[in-house]
T-cell receptor, first 112, second 108 residues
Framework: DGGITQSPKYLFRKEGQNVTLSCEQNLNHDAMYWYRQDPGQGLRLIYYSQIVNDFQKGDIAEGYSVSREKKESFPLTVTSAQKNPTAFYLC???????????FGQGTRLTVV | GIQVEQSPPDLILQEGANSTLRCNFSDSVNNLQWFHQNPWGQLINLFYIPSGTKQNGRLSATTVATERYSLLYISSSQTTDSGVYFCAVGPNDYKLSFGAGTTVTVRA
């Protein structure tokens, strides 16, 4: 089945630790995105990538880092510099700019 | 960025009822999408509709780009329609701005 796979579904992290969230897609899409969702709110863009080996900051990139070494994969690292990392993280992809977006099932990160 | 306002914030429906959700946006857009977030958190793309009208089963959507709003219609609602509906808009690039969503609860 074509789609976007995020792992893990739930993640617990101690304060001060970095953690990496996985996102893999087999839709052959060029563009991939990371969004953050806080309770009762809409989604906010963290980073996006138009093509392999390229990525751009979104609206809330501070405390996060990404890489795009393969077309299928766009991992997100939540660093210790992120002041309030507890949130629901969603990965998405699209064929290109301004195109229909498809989402993964999300990773719920909790800092303990 | 573009401001997106969705109304109403909450909607409670009896099964079988019809409803209309509204999305207003602050600037011209070339990209408008409606999503449904299910209780497990996944977002499902319902419509890609920067202008015009589309229908998909019991759901339909209309975007009037010149007046900067879009409407999502749910007819003959079912309990499986419960969840949060998001409108997202943007220019013809990679950035989408999301509204805060409308939480729909359909009661049997």
């Amino acid at each position: 089945d074509g789609g976007i796979t995020q792992s893990p579904k739930y993640l617990f992290r101690k304060e001060g630790q970095n953690v990496t969230l996985s996102c893999e897609q087999n839709l052959n899409h060029d563009a991939m995105y990371w969004y953050r969702q806080d309770p009762g709110q809409g989604l906010r863009l963290i980073y996006y990538s138009q093509i392999v080996n390229d990525f751009q900051k979104g609206d809330i990139a501070e405390g996060y880092s990404v890489s795009r070494e393969k077309k299928e994969s766009f991992p997100l690292t939540v660093t210790s510099a992120q002041k309030n990392p507890t949130a629901f993280y969603l990965c998405a992809s699209s064929i290109g700019a301004g195109a229909k977006a498809f989402f993964g099932q999300g990773t719920r990160l909790t800092v303990v | 960025g573009i401001q997106v306002e969705q109304s109403p914030p909450d909607l409670i429906l009896q099964e079988g009822a019809n409803s209309t959700l509204r999305c207003n946006f602050s600037d011209s857009v070339n990209n408008l999408q409606w999503f449904h977030q299910n209780p497990w958190g996944q977002l499902i793309n319902l419509f890609y509709i920067p202008s015009g009208t589309k229908q998909n089963g019991r759901l339909s959507a209309t975007t009037v780009a010149t007046e900067r709003y879009s409407l999502l219609y749910i007819s003959s609602s079912q309990t499986t329609d419960s969840g949060v509906y998001f409108c997202a808009v943007g220019p013809n690039d990679y950035k989408l701005s999301f509204g805060a969503g409308t939480t729909v609860t359909v009661r049997a």
